[in-house]
């Protein structure tokens, strides 16, 4: 049996793609699980295009700040129990050790971060970079985890993030 309850998303800088992840996770399994967002070189404040985003949402974005993967590792952080990945950079870094034993996954998406131009064009690359977690979660939060072994629900969530989008 699987149980997830607390999910770590991982990038980088904590600024922009695991910042939307931890909002929808946190947003679509209220209740059921809470999720948490970090970086292995945080920019030390999300993109004012997440932030732009969530405030369109309606979520408050008070809560949000880009910290350190390390935040995660001592004796007084949550149990992790799945630590998603969802840039190319962080899935290729030697990941802490976190407490428990969590599920990995790699929900690999391009960086709305990256994108210049206008501020409309930005808010364009975030919107979209929503959309394809929001799929991603739904997917993740509609499986019987539960009834799952490891090495199954393993291979589910490696199959979303393989899901529309996936760089």
């Not at 929503?130 to 739904?138: A, E, G």
Request: glycine residues 10%.
């Amino acid at each position: 049996m699987t149980q997830i309850r607390n999910i770590l998303v991982l990038c980088t800088g904590n600024s922009a793609r695991s910042i939307l992840g931890e909002a929808l996770f946190n947003l679509r399994g209220a209740g059921r699980l809470t999720a948490y967002s970090a970086g292995s070189k945080p920019k030390g404040e999300p993109h004012p295009g997440a932030l732009r985003l969530l405030a369109r949402k309606g979520i408050d974005t008070a809560a949000f700040s880009s910290k350190s993967w390390n935040q995660f590792t001592g004796p007084d952080a949550p149990e992790i129990d799945l630590a998603i990945t969802v840039c190319g950079n962080a899935a290729g870094e030697a990941c802490p050790i976190f407490p428990g034993t969590p599920l990995r996954a790699h929900w690999g998406l391009p960086d709305p971060a990256d994108v210049t131009g206008s501020e409309a064009e930005v808010d364009a690359a975030f919107a979209e970079t929503w959309r394809l977690l929001d799929m991603r979660v739904r997917a993740m939060l509609a499986l019987d985890l539960a009834a799952m072994g490891r090495a199954q629900a393993q291979q589910v969530l490696a199959e979303i993030g393989q899901m529309e989008g996936a760089a």
